[in-house]
Nanobody, 124 residues
Framework: QVQLVESGGGLVQPGGSLRLSCAAS????????MGWFRQAPGKEREFVAA????????VYADSVKGRFTISRDNAKNTVYLQMNSLKPEDTAVYYC?????????????????WGHGTQVTVSS
C-alpha cells in the first residue's frame, strides 16, 4: 500500500477550474493505477477518473468526460485531476485512490489505498 495526500480543493464559481493533486509515498508509484472518486453529502462515493499504470490509459465517468483530465508525474509521485467548467453538482469531497497493477476499474473495492480527501465546493 501507499500513503496518499490530496490537496488543491477549495471554493470556485460555476464555470471555473481547479486542479487537485495527490502525492504518494514510496518508490513504486509507477506501478500503481491511480483513481479519483468523490462523495457528495448524503450520497455514495462515486468514481470520477482513473489512470492505469504502465501505458497510462484513462477512463472517466460520463458526468465529467470532456471537462476533467487525470494525469500523473511519476518523477514527483503525484497524480492530478484538472477540473474545468465546474458545475454545482461537482461539489463533493474528492478522494485519491491507488491499486498496484490495477486495471483502471471504477469499482471502489478495487482500490486498497485511499487518501483523506479534499473538499471542492462549486457555488456562486
Amino acid at each position: 500500500q501507499v500513503q496518499l495526500v490530496e490537496s488543491g480543493g477549495g471554493l470556485v464559481q460555476p464555470g471555473g477550474s481547479l486542479r487537485l493533486s495527490c502525492a504518494a509515498s514510496g518508490r513504486t508509484f509507477r506501478s500503481y493505477t491511480m483513481g479519483w472518486f468523490r462523495q457528495a453529502p448524503g450520497k455514495e462515493r462515486e468514481f470520477v477518473a482513473a489512470l492505469r499504470w504502465g501505458g497510462g490509459s484513462t477512463v472517466y465517468a460520463d458526468s465529467v468526460k470532456g471537462r476533467f483530465t487525470i494525469s500523473r508525474d511519476n518523477a514527483k509521485n503525484t497524480v492530478y485531476l484538472q477540473m474545468n467548467s465546474l458545475k454545482p453538482e461537482d461539489t463533493a469531497v474528492y478522494y485519491c485512490a491507488a491499486e498496484r497493477y490495477g486495471l483502471g476499474s471504477g469499482s471502489i473495492e478495487s482500490y486498497d489505498s485511499w487518501g483523506h480527501g479534499t473538499q471542492v465546493t462549486v457555488s456562486s
